[in-house]
């Protein structure tokens, strides 16, 4: 999961997948960082702040595709089932919807001015 690392929002994200997602599979990473510039340039893909970024198995997702997929990363039922519902409604409509909050993000939320360190027991699940 690459996320915008001041945007409140987007941290709020993270929290919230930090405290459900018990697999400890997934790994996190700011887009403002060197490491995730380095993975984007490799999966030929470009440096976009305004979304999102769930990578499985070499393949990129975002907008609220990547919403829907890191829902269902998890496996707790409700969020799970939050997930196939999202991917359920037309992905133009979806991501119409997700790029007006994307847009307003910082409006709404706020930002900070530096992004998130981890904590030393979170920090091997960050990409630096």
Same mark, same amino acid.
């Given at each position: &999961? ?14 919230? &997948? ?97 992004? &998130? ?12």
């Amino acid at each position: &999961m690459l996320f915008d690392g001041v945007c409140n929002l987007c941290n709020g994200a993270l929290q919230f &997948m930090l405290r459900v997602e018990k697999h400890d599979k997934l790994n996190f990473g700011t887009l403002q960082s060197l490491a995730a510039t380095a993975l984007l340039e490799q999966l030929k893909a470009p440096l976009d702040l305004s979304t999102v970024v769930y990578i499985d198995a070499g393949k990129l997702y975002t907008h609220s595709t990547a919403i829907s997929l890191l829902l269902r990363h998890h496996g707790k039922p409700f969020w799970a089932f939050l997930g196939l519902l999202l991917a359920c409604i037309p992905r133009p409509l979806r991501d119409f919807a997700y790029r007006i909050v994307a847009a307003n993000r910082i409006k709404w939320f706020g930002s900070k001015d530096t992004c &998130m360190l981890p904590t030393p027991a979170l920090k091997a699940r960050f990409l630096t």
